[in-house]
């Protein structure tokens, strides 16, 4: 009467187990993913508050897509999966000090990756990375 009753248990219990172990790989995922590209950003506010601006954000945004200035040389993937429409580059001028200007870099509508596509849906919600740092430019 009772043969199989632990394989049954066993096999609950491991799909519980699996689940939670799931959970827990894809919410490290993502903070990892955030974490870095909240290091992302903030090294490319930085390195915009001391070179002098292109005009177009493009040095900031290859910064933060490559870890370079510069377009790639080959093909190389893009940092996390990340689009140059993800990064968003602004240099602000307050209207009463126009010398001192702002510099703002925002990566938007980042979609992360999960193991589990019902954690995706469910538990993670997309925000923006935003960091903005003051520019001084002497002259």
Known sequence: MRRGQSLVE???????????????????????????????????VRWGSVHPYDGSGDQIANLILYHQTGEPRSAAAP??????????????????????QTISVAIVNYESHFF???????????????????VRLRN
């Open 10 to 44: 066993a096999t609950l219990v491991l799909i519980v187990f699996f689940a939670l172990l799931l959970g827990v790989v894809d919410c490290g995922q993502v903070m990892f993913a955030h974490q870095a590209l909240v290091a992302r950003v903030t090294e490319a």
């Open 79 to 100: 940092y996390l999966g990340l689009t140059r429409a993800n990064v968003q580059v602004r240099y602000q001028d307050p209207p009463d000090r126009p010398d001192d």
């Open 116 to 134: 589990s596509p019902w954690i995706a849906k469910t538990v993670v919600s997309p925000r923006p990375v935003f960091v903005s740092a003051p």
